[in-house]
């Protein structure tokens, strides 16, 4: 799925605000790339274009929505991906190819995948899957609280802070990530 001019716009990306970024990542000659804001493979592509050859290690942020829905908890790695929603849909696509530039080329890509990305000033999902505050008083009293998918559902929150620090141990342990 690759989505039209209108589908860019709505993410606030353009082709030529798209086009300069690639171009000042390859000027930058730099050794690690966090990529946190790809949507679609036809974007990372572009993007891994520009950078083959010249990282020694990419990172992108991926997410929980590769996996679909929760047949079991906890999730793994290793269970099979039925992504769920456009987002799921196109963020599968970047690491299926992520991952052939990785087999077929020795691209060093390494993927994470967070869910719910928490931190000052962002808006707080809570585990309901919902912004009701009453939700967390709930659960502090010990009281009941009816969750999503018959409480299958992975509503992983994940601080920014962690996530920065992940992506440092990604790059410390480079070879176990890539």
């Not at 009701?132 to 992975?154: I, N, W, Y």
Request: hydrophobic share 40%; glycine share 8%.
């Amino acid at each position: 799925i690759e989505p039209d001019m209108t589908e860019l716009k709505k993410r606030g990306i353009t082709i030529a605000e798209f086009g300069t970024r690639v171009r000042k990542s390859a000027r930058l000659r730099c050794d690690i790339v966090i990529d946190l804001i790809s949507y679609t493979r036809a974007s990372t592509a572009q993007l891994v274009e520009a950078l083959a050859g010249q990282v020694r290690q990419f990172l992108h942020c991926g997410t929980i929505w590769t996996y679909g829905y929760s047949e079991s908890v906890p999730t793994t790695e290793a269970d099979e991906k039925k992504p769920w929603g456009d987002y799921g849909v196109w963020k599968k696509e970047i690491e299926d190819y992520l991952l052939q530039r990785a087999a077929d080329d020795d691209f060093p890509a390494s993927i994470f995948h967070p869910g719910h990305i928490v931190g000052p000033g962002w808006e707080f999902i809570n585990p309901a899957g919902n912004r009701d505050p009453d939700v967390l008083r709930r659960l502090a009293r010990g009281a009941r609280v009816d969750l999503p998918h018959f409480g299958l559902a992975t509503l992983h929150h994940v601080h920014a802070s962690d996530l920065a620090r992940l992506c440092l141990q990604m790059i410390v342990h480079r070879d176990e990530a890539v």
